[in-house]
């Protein structure tokens, strides 16, 4: 196992009071799991979406936690057709909690089998073809789905309507994020002044996957330059290294304002042109670049693509004067 895995294993937290921010959706799961094991039944489907890296996941397994049950960890983009998910829920234990992430990913085929999973807790099968096909119900024991995606519209409605918890997780607020830098730099064992904690925090873009990797690399520009503590100066010279400015934005994001600038006039300009442009997948720009931009107000999404607002534009002016 690699290093950062473990780090990110040990720092991931494991109750819902460990858990820091989402403050509404933490309360509201509170609630919902109380009641659900007072009754003695497993947690009603749970739909998570918001931007990536902001605890989706980490949720999940508090989820599981919580109900003193055992998570089984899927991936939607794996699913090719129906029955590699028939093998997977015909095998479920008794209120399992089976986490899908990336649930939009998933092909139709495999949606249809969810439907019945998740309404009936049956699996729906027709064996055969033609006049000799039989159509086959498989009980299946009572268990929680919990589904995680970045992009909820992509969802179909029949399948986004199954869900009876519906939460969606914002970005985090600085207070938040130092919060957990803090938390994280002592489970890793890495001592941290509050200044160098909210310089990270300040930079984390309101994420706490981001948070917790800038960390990693605080520590490591750290221990090479023999500082035993890292404090606000450690951690802004390593971010000058890194090419993460004080807004928290990368080389690669400045390089989308400024395709937008330079390629488009500004716009407004389809993601797939700013994506041809840039070398990349239109969906890392949506799912990685856009959600921070468009929360920064550097960036607006109309009816015919994306445009640079007057901020973005002076965020620029201000980097190529400091540049």
Known sequence: MKRESVDDFLIRPQSLADFVGQ????????????????????????????PPGLGKTTLANIIAHEMNTSLRYLSGPTFTRGGDLVSVF??????????IDEIHRLPPPCEEILYGAMEDFALHLVVGKG?????????????????????????????????????????????????IVKRS??????EIEPGGAEEI????RGTPRIANRLLRRVRDFAQFFG?????????????????????????????????????????????ENIASALG????????????????????????????????????????????
């Open 23 to 50: 403050e509404k959706v933490k309360s509201n799961l509170q609630v919902y799991i109380q009641a659900a094991r007072s009754r003695g039944e497993p947690l009603d489907h749970v739909l998570l979406f918001g």
């Open 90 to 99: 015909s095998t479920l234990s008794a209120g399992e909690v089976v986490f």
């Open 131 to 179: 006049p000799g096909a039989r159509s086959i119900r498989i009980q299946l024991p009572l268990f929680t789905l919990v589904g995680a995606t970045t992009r909820v519209s992509l969802l179909s409605s029949p399948l986004r309507n199954r869900f009876g918890i519906v939460e969606k997780l914002d970005f985090y607020q600085e207070e938040e994020i130092s919060k």
């Open 185 to 190: 730099a002592q489970v890793m064992g890495v």
């Open 201 to 204: 925090a300040h930079r984390s």
């Open 227 to 271: 500082r035993e503590i890292i404090d606000e100066e450690i951690a802004k010279q390593a971010f000058n290294h890194l090419g993460v400015d004080e807004v928290g934005l990368t080389d690669f994001d400045r390089k989308f304002l400024e395709v937008l600038v330079k390629h488009y006039q500004g716009g407004p300009v389809g993601i």
């Open 280 to 323: 990349e997948d239109p969906a890392t720009l949506e799912e990685v670049c856009e959600p921070f931009l468009l929360k920064l107000g550097f960036i607006a999404r109309t009816r015919r693509g994306r445009i640079i607002t007057a901020r973005g534009r002076q965020y620029l002016q201000k980097v190529k004067e400091i540049g």
